[in-house]
Structures are given as structure tokens and as C-alpha cells.
């Protein structure tokens, strides 16, 4: 890992914990044990340090989400692997870090928002596309409606006015919220397939 790879990564890891509005630069070189000349040779400004972050950030959710759909062929099993990486990924987020980014890093929330509505937006539509062809799901589902609805749970579920991480469990909420949704959506065959699966 290169020296600037090394930078994004530890300033991401300390983003996703504290959050981005009161970290400043003095902290993060101190943090990543490096002087803040060091850091500038990297990097413009905190604003570019945050950006590069979090496209840093977005890559990995976006390989992550890749390798899980190349290996798994059952569409629900699919969907709950994509939650446990996710949530992997996010367990130590703090609960005012999008907040945060949409108020004083508009650019790279725009960024992010842009991961759901394409990426995630595409990849639900496939599991739906798939999951309708194994039989999970059932055919006469609308795939547009359903996938639109979820990209709305999705924004819910990082809210932390109605789910503040000070009172939800993020594992128990997708959980919760992964069960919802295929149980709105499976056919019988899927659903004998979820209810073993939640029993192992």
C-alpha cells in the first residue's frame, strides 16, 4: 500500500468513527503519526482529504457488493450477504457522520448519494430479475416499484432521527429490515427457503 493509500485509508477509518465536522487536519496527521507537511504532499485540503476518502470509501462498497454477487447464485442469499458486508463496513460509523457530510460536504455526499440511486439502484433490480427467474420471488412483482421503494428504506435506515445508532443495533435493523423485505416479495418457495435459513 502506497504512502497516500495509507493516508486515505487511516483518515476514512477515522471519518467513519468521529465523524467529519470536527476533525481538522492537525488531528488526522497526528492521528496517522506523520507530520502535516507530509500530509500536504498528499493532499490540498481537508475538503480533498474528505473526498478522497470517502471515493476511496465507495470503491470498496462497490467491490465488496461485486464479489458477493459473483459468488453467490441464490438471489436471498445474496441480499443477506450484501447486509453482513455493509454492515462490516459500517459498524463503527458515527451516527452524525451523513449529516455531517451533507451539510458541509455537499460534493461528497452527492458522491455517495449517487452509489445508491445508480449502483445499489441496479443491483437491486438485478436480485429482484434473478430471484423472479429462481422462483424465490414471485413473477407478478413490479421490479421498478419494489426497487424504488427499497432505495427509500435504505435512506431511512442510515437516518439517525428515526433510527439514532444510540438506540438501534445497525446489524438488527437490517436484519429486521432484509426479512421485510423478502417476505413482501417471495413466493412460496421463497419463503420455505427464508424461514429454513433463519432457523440455521
Known amino acids: 500500500m502506497s504512502k497516500q493509500e495509507q493516508i486515505i485509508q487511516g483518515a476514512l477509518?477515522?471519518?467513519m468513527r468521529m465523524g467529519v465536522k470536527g476533525i481538522n487536519m492537525d488531528y488526522v496527521a497526528t492521528h496517522l503519526g506523520i507530520s502535516k507537511k507530509t500530509?500536504?504532499?498528499?493532499?490540498?485540503?481537508?475538503?480533498?482529504?474528505?473526498?478522497?476518502?470517502?471515493?476511496?470509501?465507495?470503491?470498496?462498497?462497490?467491490?465488496?457488493?461485486?464479489?458477493?454477487?459473483?459468488?453467490?447464485?441464490?438471489a436471498i442469499?445474496?441480499?443477506?450477504?450484501?447486509d453482513s458486508g455493509i454492515c462490516r463496513m459500517?459498524?463503527?460509523?458515527?451516527?452524525?457522520?451523513i449529516q455531517n457530510l451533507k451539510t458541509y460536504y455537499p460534493k461528497v455526499w452527492n458522491l455517495l448519494d449517487d452509489?445508491?440511486?445508480?449502483?445499489?439502484?441496479?443491483?437491486?433490480?438485478?436480485?429482484?430479475?434473478?430471484?423472479?427467474k429462481q422462483g424465490l420471488y414471485r413473477k407478478?412483482?413490479?421490479?421498478?416499484?419494489?426497487?424504488k421503494l427499497m432505495m427509500t428504506r435504505i435512506d431511512a435506515l442510515v437516518?439517525?432521527?428515526i433510527f439514532p445508532l444510540t438506540e438501534y443495533d445497525f446489524?438488527?435493523?437490517l436484519k429486521e429490515n432484509r426479512i421485510y423485505h423478502i417476505r413482501g416479495i417471495a413466493s412460496e418457495k421463497g419463503i420455505n427457503y427464508l424461514e429454513k435459513k433463519l432457523k440455521k
Open 140 to 147: 407478478e412483482i413490479n421490479t421498478d416499484i419494489i426497487t
Open 13 to 15: 477509518s477515522l471519518f
Open 39 to 74: 500530509l500536504y504532499q498528499h493532499v490540498d485540503n481537508k475538503a480533498d482529504l474528505v473526498e478522497q476518502s470517502f471515493a476511496s470509501h465507495q470503491c470498496k462498497v462497490k467491490s465488496m457488493i461485486e464479489s458477493i454477487c459473483a459468488i453467490h447464485e441464490n
Open 159 to 161: 437516518d439517525n432521527d
Open 90 to 97: 459500517l459498524k463503527d460509523r458515527n451516527p452524525y457522520l
Open 115 to 132: 452509489l445508491k440511486k445508480k449502483y445499489l439502484f441496479k443491483t437491486v433490480k438485478n436480485n429482484l430479475d434473478t430471484g423472479i
Open 77 to 82: 442469499d445474496e441480499l443477506f450477504e450484501i
Open 171 to 173: 446489524k438488527e435493523l
